[in-house]
Nanobody, 115 residues
């Protein structure tokens, strides 16, 4: 059974930082491209950042310079370090794993940026 479990969400003040983690099980993690997406209330789910199985990264413009995606293949975990958070970063953040035509989603973790 494939599971993607996110950790690390919460309430943070504007300008603060959070580190999200996603622990994967049931897949050969090193073979999968991993990503983080987010969905704010009333909006569509959108890309935040991706990292390929080879370690290449890609970021949405909204997070460039503030967010960093990384992976630890030994521990089957992908991370999203988020700095200089803004109220508009408030959303449910989802972990995503994809390989060819197969993809999986985590259950999401809430990030709220508010004073």
């Amino acid at each position: 059974q494939v599971q993607l479990v996110e950790f690390g969400g919460g309430l943070v003040q504007p300008g603060g930082s959070l580190r999200l983690s996603c622990a994967a099980s049931g897949i050969i993690f090193r073979n999968y491209n991993m990503g983080w997406y987010r969905q704010a209330p009333g909006k569509q789910r959108e890309l935040v950042a991706t990292i390929t199985s080879g370690g290449s990264t890609n970021y949405a413009d909204s997070g460039k310079g503030r967010f960093t995606i990384s992976r630890d293949n030994a521990n089957h975990t992908v991370y999203l370090q988020m700095n200089s958070l803004k109220p508009e970063d408030t959303a449910v953040y989802y972990c995503h794993a994809v390989r060819i035509a197969v993809n999986y989603w985590g259950q999401g973790t809430q990030v709220t940026v508010s004073s």
